[in-house]
Structure formats: structure tokens, C-alpha cells
């Protein structure tokens, strides 16, 4: 039965895309050639990949409804850690892990390896928060995600970590590297016809949530990554932008990488 917001969504949308129809004197093979993509993003996807997610965020779109959903000032002092798209490739159930643990079940590769810690925090009142989950993911220096890649052990680079009453996190992952989306179905073909290209600038995904307290999905990246002003799907957010600091002091890291979350309670 229509709920009063489907009939308002539904209404909505046939409007704005009427109005491009005739904005645009749309052609049928034009039109088709859109269903046709549509059609393909729905083939191709299954569990390990979700091409009309990719459409979506070629163009902007999760972005634009992340920003909508969390209406924070990008950068404002005092305010939550910003929130940046989830993207397609987080799975659910990765490993449980105890903090100075690591993420990486492959190969741990020299030149990559990092340190990364910090503290979960309220922003009100700056308190460390107990028991919140960090869920963490990121891809391998070949650029791929362990679903995407049959040479990686399952959920390499992947790992949930819970504080405690300090609020404190950390463990070792590798810094990862600029990398293009899958470029090689429907999203690809939308980036080829817009003369786009497909990369992202090295970024680590976190879901961060902890009881009494919203959830934040988000990413942060490496400011000296090829493609920080450029990604192909505008997740970047100035205070998302973090340094890798070479670390000659921890003979199993080659950088460490501080950065603390802060989350708003209910
Ligand atoms: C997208 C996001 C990612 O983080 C990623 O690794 C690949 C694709 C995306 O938004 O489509
Ligand atoms: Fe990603």
C-alpha cells in the first residue's frame, strides 16, 4: 500500500524526469540507451559487486544524499567527524579483532605497512566512548579489495575493533593507493562516454558505531595521493584528509597514522 512518502517521492521523480525529457528533447534511442545501461548495471551485479551503486555514485548522487543526511558544515571545528559515502565494497561480519592487531592476513607489504590509532570521542563534551566498533576496510597496494581479487586470503584488510574505556583504537593495516573503480561494466561505460576516469584517491573505510550514539559512515584519505582533488565519485572532505607519517621508530611500520573520531549521542 503507497505510504504518503512513496506517493511524494514517485511524484516527484516523474516530474523532474518529465521535465528532462522535454528539457533535453530526449530521443527514444537515447532513452533506451539509458535503460539499456540500467539493464546492464542490474546484470552484472550480485554479492562482490553492485554496478547501479557505481552509476549512483559517478554521479554523484550517494554523495549528495550522504550531505543531506548528515548536514554538517564540511570542516567546522566542534563538530562530528564527517561522514563519506559507504561505496560497494564493505562486508558484513568482518573479523573480530583486539586492538594492536592486524588487518592484513596477506602479504605485508614493506614500504606499505602502517600504524594507525586514535581515540573515539564525544564531540560535545570530549569524553572517550566505551565499547564503540570500528569496522575498517581497505584495498590491497595492488589496488583491490579482497572480494575483488582471488589472490587474496578472505577478508584480508578487513576488521572490527571495540574500545574500551579509554576510547582508544589501534592496529596495523597498509597504506593504500589510489585505485579505479570497476571499470569494466555499466559504470565504465558511463565514465568512457563522459570522457571521466575511473580513479579514486588512496582512502580506508570506517562504520563506526558505539550504543547511545549515531553512527558515522566514512573514509579518510591520503593527502598525498594522486586524485585527492579529483575522485571520480566526490567523496573527498578537506577534514577527511589525513597525513601518513614515515615512522622510523616502530620497526614493524613503516608510517603511523594518528587520527581520532568523534560521534554525536542520540
Ligand atoms: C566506490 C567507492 C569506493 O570506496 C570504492 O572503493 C569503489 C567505488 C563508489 O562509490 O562507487
Ligand atoms: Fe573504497
Redesign the pocket.
Known amino acids: 500500500k503507497a505510504t504518503p512518502r512513496v506517493r511524494q517521492l514517485t511524484a516527484s521523480l516523474v516530474q523532474h524526469i518529465h521535465d528532462f525529457a522535454r528539457e533535453n528533447e530526449l530521443t527514444i534511442d537515447e532513452w533506451m540507451a539509458g535503460l539499456d545501461l540500467m539493464n546492464e548495471a542490474g546484470r552484472m551485479s550480485d554479492d562482490r559487486r553492485n554496478e547501479s551503486?557505481?552509476l549512483s555514485?559517478i554521479l554523484g548522487l550517494?554523495t549528495l544524499v550522504d550531505e543531506i543526511t548528515f548536514k554538517l558544515a564540511a570542516d567546522a571545528q566542534d563538530e562530528p567527524t564527517s561522514t563519506a559515502?559507504l561505496?560497494?565494497?564493505w562486508r558484513k561480519d568482518a573479523p573480530l579483532k583486539q586492538m594492536g592487531d592486524t588487518i592484513v592476513s596477506g602479504i605485508d607489504e614493506a614500504g606499505h605497512r602502517t600504524w594507525m590509532h586514535g581515540i573515539v570521542t564525544d564531540f560535545k563534551t570530549g569524553e572517550p566512548i566505551e565499547g564503540a566498533v570500528l569496522d575498517v576496510w581497505h584495498?590491497a597496494p595492488n589496488g583491490l579489495?579482497e572480494q575483488q581479487d582471488p589472490d587474496q586470503p578472505d577478508m584480508n584488510l578487513r576488521g572490527r575493533f571495540t574500545t574500551g574505556k579509554d576510547g582508544k583504537y589501534n592496529f596495523y593495516c597498509l597504506k593504500p593507493v589510489p585505485?579505479p573503480?570497476p571499470y569494466d561494466g555499466a559504470g565504465g561505460r558511463l565514465l568512457k562516454a563522459l570522457d571521466r576516469h575511473p580513479f579514486?584517491p588512496a582512502?580506508i573505510?570506517f562504520i563506526i558505531t558505539a550504543p547511545g550514539y549515531k553512527p558515522i559512515v566514512t573514509?579518510i584519505f591520503d593527502s598525498k595521493s594522486k586524485y585527492i582533488n579529483d575522485d571520480s565519485?566526490f567523496?573527498v572532505k578537506d577534514s577527511l584528509v589525513v597525513d601518513f607519517i614515515p615512522s622510523q621508530k616502530d620497526p614493524k611500520a613503516d608510517f603511523d597514522l594518528p587520527y581520532s573520531f568523534k560521534l554525536a549521542s542520540y
Open positions: 551503486q557505481l555514485d550517494e559515502i561505496g560497494p565494497f584495498t579489495y585505485y573503480i579514486r582512502h573505510h573514509q565519485v567523496a
